[in-house]
């Protein structure tokens, strides 16, 4: 962060020789990112932060009157809000996903992720479009099954999209299976990837690409 910052001072912020270094440098990061998600490099934006991350693609899908959000209780306040607004805008329903009341050891995972799989099975609706869970939960730490939602998602007849909140498991835990596997998959870089403020990504499935 300190070499980068250094060789724009030197280039000039607002010249013409700093932008094939800034592209460079922001390409490599893109690719970067990318490898850690184990998605392909198009399939990834830099972002300003998580919430950016998360919001900018949700209100880009395709919605109409009457669909439904699937929110879990453990989501964060500001991704909350944005979907109660976008919600509002849009005429759409808002249900609850229970997941807050498992919390599970590691030796334990596989009665949360059963616990789940089970709460979601109660929630989705036959117009449920976008389902938001977070892959570890911000106030309980727990993890979350997302290749397994995400696989569960497919078979329902709408194929809700997938909306992950990753900013307590980029660069904490192995992350790739759960990236590949949403469709919305947003973290920030100054957490545990010890990156610098400002820096988040998204890595977007090939379905909410062409949504978006």
């Given amino acids: 962060m300190t070499t980068s910052w250094q060789r724009i001072q030197e280039l000039g912020p607002f010249t013409t020789d700093v932008w094939p ?5 922001t390409n490599k990061t893109r690719a970067l990112l990318a490898r850690m998600c184990g998605v392909a490099p198009h399939r990834l934006a830099l972002t300003e932060n998580v919430t950016s991350g998360c919001l900018l693609p949700l209100w880009g899908l395709p919605f109409e009157a009457g669909d439904r959000l699937l929110i879990s209780d453990c989501e964060h306040p ?3 809000a944005a979907c109660h607004e976008l919600a509002r805008r849009e005429n759409l329903e808002v249900d609850n996903l229970p997941v807050q009341h498992l919390r599970q050891g590691r030796e334990a995972q596989h009665e949360t992720d059963a616990g789940v799989l089970q709460a979601l099975n109660g929630a989705l609706k036959p117009r449920t479009r ?3 869970l977070s892959h570890l939960l911000w106030n309980t730490g727990q993890l979350m099954p997302i290749a397994e939602v995400a696989d569960h998602l497919r078979q329902h007849d709408q194929q809700p999209f997938l909306l992950v909140d990753a900013a307590q498991s980029m660069g904490q835990i192995p992350v790739q299976a759960a990236a590949a596997a949403s469709d919305i998959y947003a973290f920030t870089g100054h957490k545990w990837c ?3 403020e400002g820096l988040g990504g998204v890595a977007l499935s090939q379905l909410s690409l062409i949504h978006i």
């Avoid at 270094?21 to 440098?25: A, D, G, K, Q, R």
């Fill in 78 to 80: 500001g991704v909350i």
């Fill in 130 to 132: 976008v389902v938001v």
């Fill in 194 to 196: 010890f990156g610098p």
């Fill in 21 to 25: 270094y800034i592209s460079v440098e």
